[in-house]
């Protein structure tokens, strides 16, 4: 059967920086609890004037140019979303002309923190099966504008920014050796939006009740976090007959460090080799993994041929692992 390579992966991050002690000027919060509680130092903070799609064809462009392809190589562009820029379209329709990708195939998908894993599980079939040679997959997010500033048990995590990969059916390293998905929607309440869907359509009320933002009970998130992680990756692991030794770096969803500290323990891996950028960027969602992965590049942390674990997890629930050999 055919492979499917990583080419290339980007980034954009919004300018503003907001800190913790930006935090402490208008919420009943502190940076003590804010670093101790979750390894958070700062995020960042979109434009008024940016929208979602605006900072997913930003890190498109830089992942197209790391890849050395063209618009005119895409196949399919797929982004992963949880703050899109509206219900209807998709993101990936407002950003697909943004990116001249006019014509091609564009859908976004909604697995929350786990997007970009998935998206890039999917753009691994298309290319496996002949159907495309360049998928652009983008994660993409704005959590800033879907959270109450005035809920300290969320608004202090989260951030926005934006990630890409080019999946391809040729590359000179960044193979996809495999990919396992999971979801359990008996879950759903434990992360989510009550009102803007036909569950309840938006109305006076649930504008006053602040039902369009999220919502999330992080202490029941938590302990479920690790143990999914952690399963799913031995479940790959045992799939491509590999130990936990053969893993070289995780690069996780960067929900909490104090999750990724309990992952790093249960799989037995260093925590030299896991990559860690939440103290920058607070959890962004579908982006956090390439803007881990991307920086973890640039820094030069990583080889040809190390084997990457991308594991992930968030609302539906959502959780899953790729790993890629470098
Ligand atoms: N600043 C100060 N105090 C805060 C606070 C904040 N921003 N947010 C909550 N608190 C308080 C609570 O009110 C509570 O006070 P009480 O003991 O007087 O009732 C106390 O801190 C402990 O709250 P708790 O929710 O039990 O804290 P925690 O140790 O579980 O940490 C999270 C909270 C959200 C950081 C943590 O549970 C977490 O990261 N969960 C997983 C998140 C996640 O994975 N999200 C989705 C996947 S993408």
């Not at 995020?43 to 462009?61: C, F, H, K, N, W």
């Not at 859908?107 to 159907?131: H, M, N, P, R, W």
């Amino acid at each position: 059967m055919a492979e499917a390579y990583i080419k290339g992966i980007g980034t954009y991050a919004p300018q503003r920086v907001m800190t913790n002690f930006d935090w402490e000027k208008v919420l009943d919060t502190s940076n003590e609890w804010i670093l101790q509680r979750t390894g958070i130092r700062e995020r960042r903070i979109a434009a008024p004037e940016e929208v979602t799609s605006d900072l997913g064809a930003q890190a498109a462009r830089d992942a197209m140019e790391a890849a050395g392809v063209s618009p005119g190589d895409i196949d399919l562009l797929i982004c992963a979303t949880a703050s899109p820029d509206t219900l209807l379209p998709s993101t990936a329709c407002w950003m697909q002309p943004k990116l001249g990708l006019e014509g091609k195939p564009a859908f976004d998908i909604s697995a929350a923190c786990s997007g970009f894993a998935y998206g890039l599980t999917i753009a691994e079939q298309f290319v496996k099966a002949g159907k495309c040679n360049n998928v652009l997959v983008v994660g993409a997010e704005m959590l800033s504008r879907m959270m109450d500033w005035e809920d300290r048990s969320i608004c202090v995590l989260l951030g926005d920014g934006a990630g890409a990969a080019v999946v391809s059916s040729e590359g000179d390293g960044g193979r996809i050796l495999g990919s396992r998905l999971h979801a359990d929607g008996t879950y759903a309440e434990l992360l989510w939006m009550p009102a803007g869907g036909t569950r309840m359509p938006a109305s006076h009320e649930t504008v006053e009740k602040k039902l369009h933002y999220y919502t999330m009970k992080g202490n029941e998130l938590f302990k479920i976090a690790v143990k999914s992680m952690a399963d799913v990756t031995r479940e790959l692991l045992e799939e491509l007959g590999m130990e936990d030794e053969g893993i070289d770096w995780i690069i996780p969803h960067q929900a909490n460090v104090r999750i990724l500290q309990s992952l790093a323990r249960r799989l037995r891996v260093p925590w030299e080799r896991v990559v860690v950028n939440i103290e920058r960027y607070g959890n962004t969602s579908a982006a956090s993994v390439p803007l881990a992965w991307k920086e973890a590049l640039s820094q030069g942390k990583i080889q040809r041929g190390d084997r990457l674990l991308l594991v992930t997890f968030g609302g539906g629930l959502t959780w899953s692992a790729v790993l890629v050999e470098w």
